[in-house]
């Protein structure tokens, strides 16, 4: 590496940090699962002697000078050993395995609530529909100032306490001091804590007529019955064409990206297949009764794009099924297994990878124990990638011809069939002012609360842009607020960044709404290049 490489990864230190740590979780979110069929054992060495570790740590029991937790140095040292394998195969202590598995499981046990904590206060901008804060009468712009007594608000709490105090076993009551609009004392709350669903898909609705939408954050185990339950209402809804959309899904259970691809796939399609370190291969094949076979489709995939996501855009690629737009997927190809240990923890270890149909592995390059695995992103924007496909090389080993004669490559990620760059002319000084010291966000909190009579009783796509159609002046007094927040006006830089100011006040105002992430995406179609590349393909911009 040369110095100037040395010394632009030097600056690029902090980011690399906070890529390093949500890879981390979504790697341990979004790996592919396969149950356990090992049961774990006491390290031994080939002989059958105790290993140099357990050696060494009977050692540190009986002769170490101080007394030491030997407990605290295991799993230190499990740590370390999961480093030096694969970036995906890692230790998970006991007090963690819940966290981690949550999201993966479709459930958890709290409250019911959607908030921010912007503002240094809990603000409740929805509750889950006959979910336990719903049923005690907890409302859109309520803030959470006490929690069973304790002072919350203004403290500088973070977020992951408050969702600590929150949560908690089903049955249990918690009970919270809400302060609400043009009510003069705190309104005391008791909600009984309750199974609360975690849902896979973000978004379903109709983009287009005949046009349908469907976000999917993760593969999770509830993930192919709410994509059925999506797909039959938007079916009902006149669906003749569909965009799925896989960006920044990170991936989840592998047994869900089968059944999802399932869906869209005549009978006997490869649609994907593992090989073990013996070489044991695996094969699955489309069964037939799917309820998509037939329709138009179109895939979209970003950078963030890994593991499962990427089975799918692969599959449907290789047996030329609809076409993959956006920008070339994470690049992960390893398949784990989670083993649980007997106090409670679990290793999740790199078993197999898997293939595409044509044969491609796109699991990108990584060296055992190393650390450049996380700049691979970085390395990408550095070299133009995200703006253009033609700084993207390919080798000609790694390349590859579906049936229907579309090439396609391996080695590092899904590239799409349809490259859409990334447009960052928009994106002035005055918009990274006012979204990165969190103004533009906070005012449509404050927007909500002094129209939510109206925000409140939005209930459809319709209803929403009619609202939001009717305020001329949003834009205007976005800049005013802005500027009482110490973000100065430049009006050409307004002006030149002003579809994309528009279009997210728009959304965030949206996700205020009972519509939320429905109401969000269908604000930012305008400004989203990739969607947008989507629709003109299906004949529906």
């Known amino acids: 590496m040369n110095n100037n490489s040395s010394n632009r990864r030097v600056l690029w230190l902090p980011i690399v940090a906070a890529v390093a740590l949500s890879i981390g979780l979504i790697m341990g979110f979004s790996i592919n699962l396969r149950r356990p069929s090992a049961s774990t054992r006491s390290t031994q060495s080939t002989s059958g002697s105790p290993s ?16 030491i937790d030997t407990d605290t140095v295991v799993e230190n040292l499990m740590h370390e050993l999961m480093s030096q394998l694969d970036p995906h195969s890692m230790y998970i202590p006991a007090e963690d395995m819940q966290a981690v598995n949550e999201p993966l499981e479709g459930e958890f046990d709290g409250i019911g609530v959607v908030f921010n904590m912007t503002t240094d206060t809990v603000v409740v901008l929805n509750t889950v529909a006959g979910g336990p804060s719903y049923k005690a009468g907890i409302l859109p712009g309520d803030r959470i100032i006490t929690i069973d007594g304790d002072t919350v608000a203004g403290r500088k709490i973070d977020q992951e306490e408050i969702i600590g105090s929150l949560r908690g076993k089903r049955g249990t009551k918690v009970k919270v001091g809400i302060e609400r609009a043009n009510v003069e004392n705190l309104v005391d709350v008791e909600i009984v804590r309750d199974k609360i669903p975690l849902h896979s898909i973000d978004a379903a609705f109709m983009i287009r007529p005949k046009v349908g939408y469907i ?11 709410e994509f059925l339950e999506a797909v039959e209402r938007l ?8 965009i799925f959309d896989l960006r ?6 592998l047994d869900q990206a089968i059944l999802m691809t399932n869906e869209f796939l005549p009978e006997g ?3 994907v297949y593992t090989e073990d370190r013996a070489g044991r291969r695996q094969s699955e094949y489309s069964r037939g009764n799917g309820t998509l076979t037939d329709l138009p ?17 692969g599959a449907l690629q290789d047996n030329d099924r609809g076409t993959i737009i956006g920008r070339r997927s994470f690049g992960k190809g390893l398949v784990q297994n989670q083993i649980p240990l007997a106090d409670g923890s679990a290793l999740r270890l790199t078993i197999a990878r898997y293939y595409t149909p044509t044969g491609r592995c796109i699991q990108k390059p990584y060296t055992q124990g190393g650390s450049d695995y996380v700049f691979d992103i970085i390395d990408r924007y550095e070299h133009g990638e995200m703006f253009s496909a033609d700084s993207i090389r390919f080798a000609d080993s790694l390349k590859f011809v579906t049936p229907g004669g579309r090439t396609v490559y391996g080695g590092g990620g899904i590239m799409p069939d349809i490259f859409v760059p990334i447009d960052t002319t928009d994106m002035t000084p005055y918009y990274y002012a006012a979204t990165g010291l969190n103004v533009l966000y906070r005012y449509t909190l404050d927007y909500a609360d002094r129209h939510r009579e109206a925000i409140n009783s939005i209930r459809t796509i319709d209803q929403l842009n009619r609202f939001l159609d009717s305020d001329s002046r949003l834009l205007d007094d976005f800049v005013a ?23 997210m006040l728009r959304a965030y105002i949206a996700r205020n709404t ?19 590349r989507a629709l003109k393909e299906l004949g529906a911009e």
């Open 269 to 271: 399609k490869l649609m």
């Open 248 to 253: 920044s899904n990170s991936g989840g259970y």
């Open 215 to 225: 976000r999917l954050t993760s593969f999770a185990r509830t993930t192919h019955k």
């Open 235 to 242: 079916k009902g809804e006149g669906m003749e064409s569909l």
């Open 481 to 503: 607020y802005a500027e009482r927040k110490g973000v100065a006006p430049v009006a050409k830089e307004i002006a030149t960044s002003k579809q994309l100011l528009t279009s």
């Open 52 to 67: 140099k570790i357990d050696l060494t740590l009977s050692l540190l029991k009986s002769y170490y000078l101080d007394p």
């Open 297 to 313: 489709l179109v895939v979209l995939i970003d950078d963030y794009s890994a593991s499962s996501s990427e089975i799918v855009a």
């Open 514 to 532: 009972e519509l939320q992430d429905v109401g969000y995406f269908s604000q930012i179609i305008p400004i989203d290049e990739t969607l947008t």
